[in-house]
């Protein structure tokens, strides 16, 4: 169980200047070899040799613009759940979750509701009165909050729900709407209730509950560390009322907070420009994790060197145009005790930039702008690591596997009409370079058939075609295994992530066929996904449970030009439905 990276030294764990004295190299070697889940192998050469010429443009090159993300720690919110009459709690606001229901009024415009009723009493009718002036009924999206005096609170909010709530994702928006009120009023301290909470059973109001704190802590969040100027959130804590008490809400208050950090730390991965996060950084970004939660978990990361000895030709065949050289990344996540009875592997895409290459992106539409979002995939795959290294789940292996690398211009690279070999043996003709995903993946699914799990789900923003089908916030999902499909659609149940299962057709792999290796990279613009699709099927072992998810809409948030953390929260919850 250790992290062997053998060669060149990474950038990522060079100190600033490459023109370090020797003592400076034996306090970083020390420091790295102290690390108790952490062993590395370095072939150290002469500093005038032409690797650490190459280690200096690769620290020149990771440097462009000389742009560094500013440290901002994530703000720390306290939750906890109480049950207390809403006329007593004393904070900055209370906000109710009604839904158009609750705010029914008689025939004297009072409420029927019995918390609208209390509330509206202890302000005079106040509520009642500027909810109708507002024209305020529930809807979803609405939102009105009110300083008014009379309570221990300083402001009241309604905030809608629409006809009914009862998905998580209805409540994760609650949380959401709580935390935008919350940094309208900056307010400290905040309160939740439902209007109508009575009739729930205690696996709803856990959820419930757990959906408002994830809402409130992703809705809190904003990625300020590449701006000169940011504001930091004021909210500290967070009360939930009326959702019951006790250690098993508490522990899931606590997973909430765990999993939606894991979310943020995900975002931030895509939000990251690419002459930040090259594949020497996110590589740095998978050995902290592994370094953090060392107990559980444990890196391997692979130079191209040891890719090739690995024979990836499919996915060095992609690396091959960039200076940023590539890092194959593969965490693993074992319990500290007891039998394991599942193993599994998530695999993500990891191009921390994509041109396109030779078949470069040009034209409206073309989205070179974002392709910083390549690695989205990983992104979910990294922040799903991070999750469970803090909540350690019996009984499971996981395996988080990323072939990172940037598919650019250059006399090094990849030609359309080359034939390409995978390390299972396959042949693949490359008649597009923009392509180039499936191609990574295609020696990622080999490595994670190897690693001798029984399942694996692979991740990436693969297709412009998924997006036409299913429009910007559902991911598409391929599998021959419906038993897995029905794993993942009871994980994203709970996460409130929303994905399709789309067919697998057979058929369209006649498209695929190439004249002179097994197969083209592409098969035309009809059924893009499925063929996409279908040709990492040729990758993975028939007796492996396998499934795709194309996430190429849900990942990107376009008209806030931000990450989602689209399927961090899926993939927990999918590995801990295999766990004991």
Not at 290 to 308: F, G, H, M, R, W
Not at 314 to 321: D, H, I, Q, R
Not at 342 to 368: E, H, Q, R, W
Request: net charge neutral.
């Amino acid at each position: 169980m250790v992290a062997t990276i053998v060669a060149s030294l990474p950038s990522f764990l060079l100190a600033s200047s490459v023109a370090h004295s020797s003592s400076t190299s034996s306090l970083i070697f020390n420091k790295l070899r102290s690390s108790p889940r952490l062993r590395f192998s370095f072939a150290v050469a002469p500093l005038c040799s032409r690797r650490a010429k190459f280690m200096a443009h690769t620290l020149a090159s990771a440097n462009l613009g000389l742009t560094q993300p500013a440290n901002i720690e994530s703000p720390k919110i306290a939750f906890a759940a109480k049950e207390i009459d809403v006329g007593e709690w004393k904070g900055d606001m209370l906000a109710v979750g009604v839904t158009e229901k609750d705010m029914t009024k008689d025939e004297n415009s009072k409420f029927q509701n019995s918390i609208l009723k209390n509330l509206d009493r202890l302000l005079g009718g106040l509520l009642a009165e500027v909810s109708s002036e507002e024209d305020f009924t529930g809807k979803s999206g609405q939102s009105t909050v009110l300083r008014l005096p009379g309570l221990g609170s300083k402001r009241v909010g309604l905030i809608g729900l629409g006809q009914s709530a009862s998905s998580p994702s209805a409540f994760r928006g609650l949380g959401e709407a709580v935390a935008a009120a919350a940094k309208t009023a900056q307010a400290n301290s905040v309160a939740v209730v439902l209007a109508s909470s009575e009739g729930l059973s205690n696996e709803s109001k856990l959820g419930f509950a757990s959906a408002i704190a994830s809402g409130t802590v992703l809705g809190l969040h904003e990625d300020n560390r590449y701006k000169s100027e940011s504001k930091k959130p004021q909210l500290k804590s967070l009360d939930i009322l009326g959702l019951g008490t006790g250690p098993e809400l508490e522990k899931k208050l606590k997973y909430a907070e765990d999993v939606s950090s894991a979310i943020v730390f995900g975002r931030e991965l895509v939000n990251s420009p690419a002459n930040v996060l090259t594949p020497a950084a996110l590589a740095e970004e998978a050995s902290k994790i592994a370094s953090s939660y060392s107990d559980v978990i444990y890196a391997n990361i692979l130079t191209a060197e040891q890719c090739k000895e690995l024979k990836m030709g499919s996915y060095l065949g992609v690396a091959a145009a960039s200076d940023n050289p590539p890092y194959f990344i593969h965490l693993c996540y074992k319990p500290s005790s007891g039998p394991i009875k599942a193993k599994l592997a998530l695999v993500g895409k990891g191009l921390t930039f994509d041109s396109g290459g030779y078949n470069i992106k040009t034209g409206p539409g073309c989205s070179i702008d974002v392709m910083k979002i390549d690695m989205g995939g990983s992104a979910a795959v990294l922040g799903a690591a991070k999750a469970l290294g803090q909540i350690k789940p019996p009984g499971v292996e996981v395996h988080f596997i990323v072939a990172s690398c940037e598919n650019m211009i250059s006399g090094t690279g990849m030609r359309p009409g080359d034939i390409l070999t995978a390390s299972n043996g396959k042949t693949i003709e490359v008649n597009n370079t923009d392509a180039e995903g499936r191609l990574t993946l295609a020696d990622a699914l080999v490595y994670a058939c190897n690693q001798g799990v029984e399942k694996i789900v692979d991740l990436a923003t693969l297709t412009g075609a998924c997006i036409v089908a299913l429009g910007p916030s559902i991911a598409g999902i391929f599998t021959p295994s419906d038993e897995l499909a029905k794993e993942v659609f009871e994980a994203s149940e709970i996460s409130g992530e929303k994905f399709w299962r789309m067919p697998l057709e057979e058929s369209y792999w006649e498209s695929m066929k190439s004249g002179v290796a097994d197969m083209v990279n592409t098969g035309g613009r009809p059924g893009g996904a499925i063929t996409a699709a279908l040709f990492l099927k040729q990758f993975v072992d028939e007796k492996v449970q396998w499934m795709h998810i194309d996430l190429a809409g849900p990942v990107w948030n376009e008209k806030k030009r931000v990450a989602t953390g689209f399927g961090v929260s899926t993939l927990v919850e999918w590995v801990l439905k295999n766990s004991s």
